[in-house]
């Protein structure tokens, strides 16, 4: 649920901040305000609410993925999500490598529980909602590849270093 939250605001502030900016709407400065605002909303945002929710709500959260509770694994992914968590909400300060960097880790993280999810399925026959559901394709495959697009795009536009 709380991915389609995130990725309606994300969608939503890139639409305002393009409405309301003063600056030449430029291929390269449209390309950043996209980027920036799916980096600190989905990933920067995203990833402290999924912090919350795996250390907070762990019971809760694994039940609803298929998997036993108290296992430590809440504790670890919940501390992954805290540490990109931070690192997509200093987007809005730090820039371009930064970026690439933030945007990378986080696809290699969101694809890895993508594939973990996927084997789950296959492996368990595990489909509880939140092992199996549109979360998975959206939150771990969508939301990643969009910015991969993004980054891989900006890369390749503007390849001078800043």
Request: aromatic share 16%; proline share 2%.
């Amino acid at each position: 649920m709380y991915t389609f939250f995130f990725l309606l605001i994300t969608f939503m502030a890139i639409l305002v901040h393009l409405l309301l900016t003063k600056q030449p709407k430029t291929k390269k400065i449209v390309l950043e305000i996209i980027l920036m605002y799916f980096l600190v909303f989905t990933v920067g945002l995203g990833g402290i609410s999924s912090f919350m929710g795996h250390i907070f709500m762990g019971t809760e959260i694994a039940k609803s993925i298929g998997w036993p509770s108290g296992n430590p694994f809440q504790f670890e992914v919940g501390v992954a999500y805290l540490a990109f968590g931070i690192l997509g909400l200093l987007c809005i300060k730090l820039k371009r490598g930064f970026w690439l960097a933030t945007g990378l880790g986080s696809i290699i993280f969101y694809y890895g529980a993508a594939l973990g999810h996927i084997k789950d399925m296959l492996t368990n026959h595990n489909y509880a909602a939140y092992n199996s559901d549109s979360l998975l394709y959206v939150g771990d495959i969508l939301v990643p590849s969009i910015i991969l697009v993004l980054l891989i795009t900006y890369v390749v536009t503007f390849k001078k270093r800043t």
